[in-house]
């Protein structure tokens, strides 16, 4: 498929440009038509860091270095820019009626904790996550940029005389890109399970998709800079281990953003079961990703990136397209209506529907005063009928109460504890058939409701992992993830000196659940409130039954 066919578009000079670490400054020009008409590349440097541009001025000169160099006027430019992914995550646990503005809020302030966006004022954008099918709350995949990167942007632009149309992320466009090059067609398909991980020099995203749909994400930093030669695909492999096995898939999309690791070799390396694929963004890369027009230079067609390729793709190809400027543009055309020859616009529209709904109403006027006087009377003597149903409810709540709870009834209540129990059961079954020999559980929690929270020791990482995969292979809905693992304090020591596996002994300690840390205190604290309250209604009994034997 040739770049140039994959769109369909019309207006002005469509230009698009993206920044990246790996790949500096990309301009790709359409034309009218939606055509890829010239590509330019040029470097710009990247602070990964604080995940923003190094310097906007070098920014600003390798801008009109581009536009020169395919003979483009900024001032007749509007350019759609696509940045590197500054912060992506999900925020799960959300009430099911929340509405957009609260939600909104609550990413902002989920936000403020990241050390990107405590100095920086977010530019939020959020969607929602697939829900299962018993879930009784709401989660939320959320991502921004800093809001006065975008004004920097714009002010830069402004100056040439460009106009800035819209503002995405990397990721998005990379999701675009592996569709529109057919590297990852057939994992796109629906019902297909699989992952990407992407791999710069801060270290590496992993997302869980089914189709084109987001699941999970995880983001792991890893000062690779700090390793040399074939030690980082050792440290990437090491930290990408629970990633994999918590996001259990078919195949694997690697993307190499970084010239330090060849995502060929990585993916030659990792332990992982299904298909492999890779994609080299950085020095690795041997041939250009897909056939291309022949406007771009054959030289140049090895440059141009994944991320390049998906910014150009149009919006729609995804179930979500993130921009961050979209709220607040004003619609540059309005609707013309034809009605009786005459051309009426949707103001005009609107006045008209007043007018004709005015001269239907006016007959019911007359009617609804007649009416409304007869609803009067009987509301009162609802109003007084209510009154005598509130008076009995509570001579029949104090009645039932003075008498004591009702007749016991046994099947309903082996009803209650089997439907209450049933995934205590399976939770209990489950961890019969799941323990390794070298790991220890210190504490486990289950619900009625399906929620679970373990906690535990092991010898290794790898009797961890064994026993996490298991749990999911055996609970295949409880959505289960390992929040914690970590060495014991001291523990290097009783590596070193201990020659038998004991409770003691071992070294790393863990945790496994599917709850937020919200839900397990509120859980915890009903159980201490329950506690009590039985505590002071035995004490009221004794004393009671002291007083009656005196």
Request: some cysteine; aromatic content about 8%.
């Amino acid at each position: 498929m040739a770049i140039n066919s994959l769109f369909g578009m019309g207006g002005g000079i469509e230009v698009y440009v993206t920044v990246s670490a790996a790949c500096g400054l990309e301009m790709i020009e359409l034309d009218k038509g939606g055509n890829v008409k010239s590509y330019a590349q040029t470097k710009l440097d990247y602070n990964e860091a604080q995940r923003e541009i190094a310097n906007y001025e070098d920014f600003r000169v390798g801008l009109e270095s581009l536009f020169k160099m395919r003979n483009i006027n900024p001032a007749k430019a509007v350019v759609h820019l696509s940045l590197p992914t500054v912060w992506f995550g999900l925020k799960e646990g959300l009430p099911l009626l929340l509405d957009d503005a609260a939600i909104t809020n609550i990413v902002i302030g989920e936000l403020e904790q990241t050390y990107v966006f405590k100095r920086k004022e977010p530019l939020p954008r959020w969607f929602d996550a697939m829900a299962s099918t018993n879930s009784d709350s709401r989660s939320v995949f959320y991502t921004a940029v800093q809001a006065d990167v975008v004004e920097k942007i714009k002010e830069i632009l402004a100056g040439m005389g460009s106009t800035l149309a819209s503002v995405e992320c990397s990721l998005f466009a990379d999701l675009k890109g592996l569709a529109t090059t057919g590297i990852a067609a057939a994992q796109m398909q629906d019902g297909h399970s699989w992952s990407l991980m992407i791999v710069n020099n801060s270290g590496f995203q992993m997302l869980g998709l089914q189709g084109k749909r987001i699941l999970e994400f995880y983001e792991e930093p890893l000062p690779l800079k700090s390793y040399e030669g074939e030690e980082i695909y050792g440290a990437i492999e090491n930290a990408a281990q629970i990633a994999l096995m918590s996001t259990p898939s078919s195949s694997l999309v690697i993307i190499s953003e970084t010239d330090l690791v060849s995502a060929e070799i990585l993916a030659s390396q990792l332990q992982f079961g299904g298909q492999t694929i890779f994609v080299e963004e950085n020095q690795f890369r041997k041939e250009p990703l897909m056939e291309m027009s022949l406007n771009i230079l054959a030289e140049d067609q090895l440059s141009v990136s994944l991320h390049a390729i998906g910014a150009i793709t149009p919006a729609g190809m995804m179930p979500v397209d993130i921009d961050y400027i979209a709220e607040g543009k004003k619609k540059t055309q309005m609707a013309v209506i034809e009605l009786g020859g005459m051309q009426i616009t949707p103001p005009k529209a609107t006045v008209f529907a007043i007018i004709i709904l005015a001269l239907v109403l006016a007959p019911l006027g007359f009617g609804f005063i007649a009416t409304q006087q007869l609803m009067n009377s009987e509301q009162a003597k609802i109003s007084d009928l209510d009154s005598q149903i509130t008076q009995l409810d509570a001579q029949l709540a104090a009645f039932t109460q003075e008498k004591g709870t009702t007749e016991f009834d046994p099947l309903m209540e082996i009803e209650r504890v089997l439907k209450n129990n049933r995934t205590k059961i399976m939770a209990y079954a489950a961890l019969g058939e799941s323990i390794p020999q070298n790991l220890y559980l210190t504490y486990f929690l289950t619900t009625g409701e399906g929620k679970i929270n373990i906690k535990g020791c092991a010898d290794s990482v790898e009797d961890v992992y064994v026993f996490f995969k298991n749990l999911k292979d055996s609970l295949l809905e409880s959505n289960l993830r390992i929040s914690k693992l970590d060495l014991k304090a001291g523990s290097l020591d009783k590596i070193v000196n201990s020659t038998a596996s004991t409770i003691d002994n071992a070294p790393y300690i863990f945790e496994i659940t599917n709850m937020s840390e919200d839900e397990l205190k509120t859980y915890l604290a009903n159980i201490a409130k329950e506690a009590m309250k039985e505590k002071e209604e035995k004490e009221k009994r004794e004393k009671e039954q002291a007083e009656n034997n005196q």
